[in-house]
């Protein structure tokens, strides 16, 4: 997409202006974002998916059984009968997985990396409830999706921001307003990490949440030295071949120090492994279950595929590419795989179309390695048969 065209979903300012401006930097109000926005869900359907068991799924009870009362799904039909008429939200995770429609609401934000988005969250509200004040780690697009709600936004929090004394919820003690807005169907606020916000229902409401997601400092160290240590030896070890007399055998000295350094520098600069590691634990599925396929080979994906078969990708899948000088490298929900540069375009399909079949494939199926890819992506999941 070009990111000097205004964005209607923007408020009618580019795309690098948004970055340049908002982005991981302060709050933007968006009237008719998605102008005449009807949401693809009804509170009733919402409430049938926080029945199920594979899905997540949370109740906020502002007055429950004790203040801010949190109940984890899935639930039984009978709860939401027996709740308040007022204050009260359900909040149901990942819709985007379960529900198309939902799914293809993030089309519109391609102007940012796909792997960074994590979910759309959707939230029912009887009149009058909230989760309360609060602020998140990461960024969010808040598209009202029925009802109105009333937005307040307040001052930027961090782990000293006292909170109230809550097992669960994370509700600021201290909620300083700054602004506030009556939202609409189709209006959008788009708030950035640790800035507090807290919305209520005006009447029954539905807040559609995209999320997004950033490793924090301390997982991406964890994780990428546990990846980094796959590859190491137990013979390669802190050396000191030329190390000098000690005046006092108790004193660590500097140069222990830049050994130590020099160790850790030696493996942290393999920009090989770091883009691998950092692919596939970003492409990681939410839901890693729900990311498995079928046996087969590449001579049965091609007779399906020329008998007419679609393939899909896996609304549970995650999927990114990048390249290694003329290699490229294809993340697939959490795995990596190293492929000829001249794959690309089929690459960037794989990632972006919405459904794969002999006509939008082509050549590539001629392809081994192109038609191995394909099938190997369907054996582990990542895309499916459209009729399955
Ligand atoms: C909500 O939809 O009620 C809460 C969303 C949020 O504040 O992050
Ligand atoms: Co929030």
């Given at each position: ?26 709050p ?103 989760v309360g004040p609060h602020f998140d780690n990461y960024d969010v ?12 936004i307040g001052q930027m929090c961090d782990t000293d921001s006292p909170l ?6 994370r509700i600021l003690?201290d909620f300083q ?14 708030l950035p990490p640790r800035l507090a916000h807290w ?190």
């Amino acid at each position: 997409m070009n990111p000097d065209i205004p964005v209607q979903l923007l408020g009618g300012i580019t795309a690098r202006e948004f970055l340049r401006d908002y982005w991981q930097k302060k709050p933007l109000l968006i009237r008719q974002a998605i102008p005449d926005f009807e949401s693809p869900i009804d509170p009733d359907e919402l409430a049938g998916l926080a029945l199920e068991e594979e899905i997540e799924s949370r109740l906020i009870i502002e007055n429950g059984v004790r203040p801010w009362e949190l109940r984890r799904g899935p639930f039984a039909e009978d709860e939401f009968s027996k709740l308040p008429e007022t204050e009260w939200t359900l909040l149901v995770q990942a819709v985007d997985q379960f529900v198309p429609e939902v799914g293809e609401l993030l089309d519109n934000f391609r102007f940012l990396p796909s792997w960074r988005i994590d979910d759309v969250m959707i939230s029912y509200a009887a009149p009058g409830g909230s989760v309360g004040p609060h602020f998140d780690n990461y960024d969010v697009f808040l598209l009202q999706g029925h009802g109105k709600r009333h937005w307040k936004i307040g001052q930027m929090c961090d782990t000293d921001s006292p909170l109230l004394e809550h097992a669960d919820l994370r509700i600021l003690a201290d909620f300083q307003g700054t602004d506030e807005w009556t939202l609409e169907p189709g209006d959008m606020l788009y708030l950035p990490p640790r800035l507090a916000h807290w919305g209520v229902a005006v009447d029954d409401c539905l807040t559609y949440s995209v999320g997004f997601r950033a490793p924090s400092a301390a997982e991406v160290l964890t994780h990428f030295t546990d990846f980094l240590s796959q590859f190491m030896s137990d013979e390669e070890r802190y050396t000191d071949a030329d190390a000098q007399p000690v005046s006092d055998p108790h004193q660590i000295q500097r140069d222990a120090l830049d050994r130590l350094k020099a160790l850790l520098a030696e493996h942290m600069s393999d920009e090989r492994l770091l883009l691998t590691w950092f692919g596939q634990f970003m492409t990681e599925p939410r839901y890693p279950e729900l990311v498995v396929g079928p046996e087969l080979d590449d001579a049965e994906l091609l007779d399906s595929l020329e008998q007419g078969a679609i393939l899909i990708r896996n609304p549970s899948a995650r999927l990114a590419w990048s390249e290694v000088d003329e290699d490229l490298l294809l993340f697939a929900s959490g795995q990596s795989r190293l492929l000829p540069g001249r794959l690309r375009e089929l690459l960037k399909l794989v990632c972006s179309a919405d459904a794969l079949h002999i006509d939008n494939l082509g050549h590539w199926l001629a392809d081994d390695d192109g038609r191995h890819l394909l099938c190997e992506l369907v054996k582990q999941g990542s895309l499916g048969f459209a009729d399955e």
